[in-house]
């Protein structure tokens, strides 16, 4: 299950920070539940991902970082 809230707790865990997550009422034009259709990218672009969700944020981590780090 690829939640929102698992993603930030990964991100977290990977980040080794100490942040806390927390819940704010969403506006009310927000939608309630976003459900990309990937099996339509898969269908009609023939599309999977390459790497794991743990590799993407690892990259992306590793990306953001070396921004901050110049």
Avoid: G, M
Wanted: glycine share 0%; charged share 40%.
């Amino acid at each position: 299950d690829n939640t929102i809230n698992r993603i930030a707790r990964k991100d977290i865990e990977l980040c080794k920070s100490r942040t806390n997550i927390s819940f704010k009422p969403l506006p009310e034009e927000d939608p309630r539940r976003r459900k990309p259709e990937l099996h339509l990218a898969k269908q009609f672009l023939n599309w999977k991902p390459r790497v794991s969700l743990d590799e993407c944020l690892k990259r992306t981590i590793e990306y953001f970082r070396s921004l901050f780090e110049n």
